[in-house]
T-cell receptor, first 112, second 112 residues
Framework: NAGVTQTPKFQVLKTGQSMTLQCAQD?????MYWYRQDPGMGLRLIYY???????DKGEVPNGYNVSRLNKREFSLRLESAAPSQTSVYFC???????????FGQGTRLTVV | AQSVTQLGSHVSVSEGALVLLRCNYS??????LFWYVQYPNQGLQLLLK??????LVKGINGFEAEFKKSETSFHLTKPSAHMSDAAEYFC??????????FGKGTRLHILP
């Protein structure tokens, strides 16, 4: 049982490059999340998807786009990376029956 | 909308002493409340959760928390700290059918 799987685990980008962070869950959860974690800031919600086909902005959506491809997969895209987007990114999923969030292991992104 | 305030970004306790990590929340609907722990370079692991029912919730590793609606608090306690408890702890809140919002975290240091 893999739970929530994120790829890649590490990435270095140059300013202006684009990339997509992938996330998949095998728990049949309806809700999926993308958070970023920065020192002293906790986890801040970037985007949220309550179900397949729906997405909502979180606290810090600027500079990001998301796609809920199907119930399992929720990707996060940086169209033009900036140094301010250097962070650790976590994907999570949850379900009303839980309702706690289950987390992936994170992606450490550095933008130079 | 929901929000979380964690009092104290760093807390130090002696091994064997009481651990108390404070969390206050704001929610316009009856909340779900969570405590997560994060060890260095790892993802987040659920310690305990409150959904409905008993207001004193027991979690893993000897931790417990009490939901106090009148005080809008959900403080985390452990009677006797162990060196292995050194980690960062996050309080989180959600409404039903809603996204999960995290606090900024409290780093717990255990003094020998």
């Amino acid at each position: 049982n893999a739970g929530v799987t994120q790829t890649p685990k590490f990435q270095v980008l140059k300013t202006g490059q684009s990339m997509t962070l992938q996330c998949a869950q095998d728990m049949n959860h309806n809700s999926m999340y993308w958070y970023r974690q920065d020192p002293g800031m906790g986890l801040r919600l970037i985007y949220y998807s309550a179900s397949e086909g729906t997405t909502d902005k979180g606290e810090v959506p600027n500079g990001y786009n998301v796609s809920r491809l199907n119930k399992r997969e929720f990707s996060l895209r940086l169209e033009s990376a900036a140094p301010s987007q250097t962070s650790v990114y976590f994907c999570a999923s949850s379900d009303l029956l839980g309702p706690e969030a289950f987390f992936g292991q994170g992606t450490r992104l550095t933008v130079v | 909308a929901q929000s979380v305030t964690q009092l104290g970004s760093h807390v130090s306790v002696s091994e064997g002493a009481l651990v108390l990590l404070r969390c206050n929340y704001s929610s316009s609907v009856p909340p779900y409340l969570f405590w997560y722990v994060q060890y260095p370079n790892q993802g987040l692991q659920l310690l305990l959760k409150y959904t409905t029912g008993a207001t004193l919730v027991k979690g893993i590793n000897g931790f417990e928390a009490e939901f106090k609606k009148s005080e809008t608090s959900f403080h985390l306690t452990k009677p006797s700290a162990h060196m292995s408890d050194a980690a960062e702890y996050f309080c989180a809140v959600s409404g039903r059918d809603d996204k999960i919002i995290f606090g900024k975290g409290t780093r717990l240091h255990i003094l020998p």
